[in-house]
């Protein structure tokens, strides 16, 4: 017993084995994530209980989670909110939530070519990955066909020949899964690949591994950004302040010396960010970090992430006392993607 004890206490101020050192190989870091739920379970210091719900969701989208994310979590505290974002619950596995499917804002519709998205005017997304470093579970691709769908392995020829045949385009989106997923080598490949596309002005990337493994901004990735024809624009996915600490703020300061304009999209999620202290704290936090606060967006009802759902009377509620509380430019704006419409959707 004494021992026990003994060991929990040594636990509670150890460091978790987390902080990798400052040139450690990215792709390493990010095949170190954790995938096993009992040894999520175990570093956090939480319930067994936990467990058995754990491995069965896991088993439909595995877990997956950059260790030093995890350093970011509370131990000891299931109600982490960047715990609830990577936690398989039973949840998941409900079948009774109406609404929810496994596509829910109509991307296969809006495949021009595989990995190819066209929903609204003047900009496109290519799906250039099914990989990311984090597996969120509210992810509204979590059941995306990446396989055929995506111009990872094959593809990316017939794609870009569309995006050059249509001259009303004028931003490209890379988006995956996480395009910084992609080795800086298919990074440079893609940027060659549209080099010529003169009605391209402008490049845009939605990522979330300068947050979750800020390693990923390593000297390749800076050169590459240096080479780029166009101006880049780097939307973070961000939902919570505590997801920023000092590594993710020294990665993006050489971002910010080069001028790539950084935004932030976070997802309104139950038990994650729908207190107003929450949201505060988070534009508050963006703008430390040199990141203007772009799109809250209301849930995608994708199956499996129901209990994340926010009523949108809730939700309008908390941006009139976001509105109260801050200045115009750190309130986001609250949207939803309606699958057919052309922009997203302002509530
Ligand atoms: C969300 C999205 C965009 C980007 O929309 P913005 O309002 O420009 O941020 C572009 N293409 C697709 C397919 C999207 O889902
Ligand atoms: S990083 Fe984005 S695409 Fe990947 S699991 Fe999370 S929400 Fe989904």
């Known amino acids: 017993m004494i021992t026990r004890t003994t060991n929990a206490a040594h636990a509670k101020t150890a460091k978790l084995p987390t902080t990798s050192a400052p040139n450690a190989d990215w792709h390493a870091i990010v095949a170190a994530a954790v995938r096993e739920p009992r040894e999520l379970l175990e570093l956090l210091e939480l319930p067994a209980a936990l467990l058995p719900a754990a491995q069965r969701a896991a088993s439909q989208f595995p877990l997956r989670v950059p260790r030093g994310f995890l350093a970011r979590m509370r131990r000891g505290d299931p109600n982490d909110p960047l715990l609830r974002q990577v936690l398989p619950l039973a949840e998941e596995l409900s079948d009774a939530d109406p609404g929810f499917n496994i596509d829910p804002v109509g991307d296969l519709n809006a495949m021009t070519t595989p990995g190819l998205l066209h929903k609204y005017h003047g900009r496109a997304l290519l799906v250039t990955t099914g990989a990311c470093a984090v597996h969120c579970r509210y992810c509204f691709r979590r059941h995306f066909p990446y396989a055929g769908a995506s111009t990872h392995a094959t593809n990316l020829d017939k794609a870009v020949a569309q995006i050059a045949a249509d001259d009303s385009l004028s931003e490209l989106i890379l988006s995956g899964g996480d395009p910084l997923s992609l080795a800086n080598s298919r990074l ?84 994650v960010n729908d207190r107003v202290t929450d949201q505060i704290a988070l534009s508050e936090r963006l703008f ?7 799109y809250l967006h209301a849930l995608d009802r994708v199956k499996g992430a129901a209990h994340f759902d926010v009523a949108e009377q809730t939700a309008r509620v908390l941006m009139q006392q976001l509105r109260a509380k801050l200045p115009g430019y750190l309130v986001p704006k609250l949207v939803r993607e309606i699958a057919g419409a052309d922009a997203k959707t302002p509530l």
Not at 252 to 267: D, E, G, H, K
């Open 188 to 271: 440079a490949a893609l940027a060659e690949a549209i080099r010529p596309i003169r009605h391209l002005r402008r490049l845009r990337l939605h990522t979330r591994l300068p947050v979750v493994v800020p390693e990923r901004i390593d000297a390749g990735l800076l050169a590459w950004i240096d080479s780029l024809p166009v101006p880049l624009i780097t939307v973070l996915h961000i939902n919570h302040a505590q997801e920023i600490d000092s590594h993710v703020l020294d990665a993006l300061a050489p971002l910010r010396q080069r001028a790539v304009t950084l935004l932030n999209q976070a997802v309104l999620l139950k038990g």
């Open 288 to 294: 430390t970090s040199g990141i203007l606060p772009y």
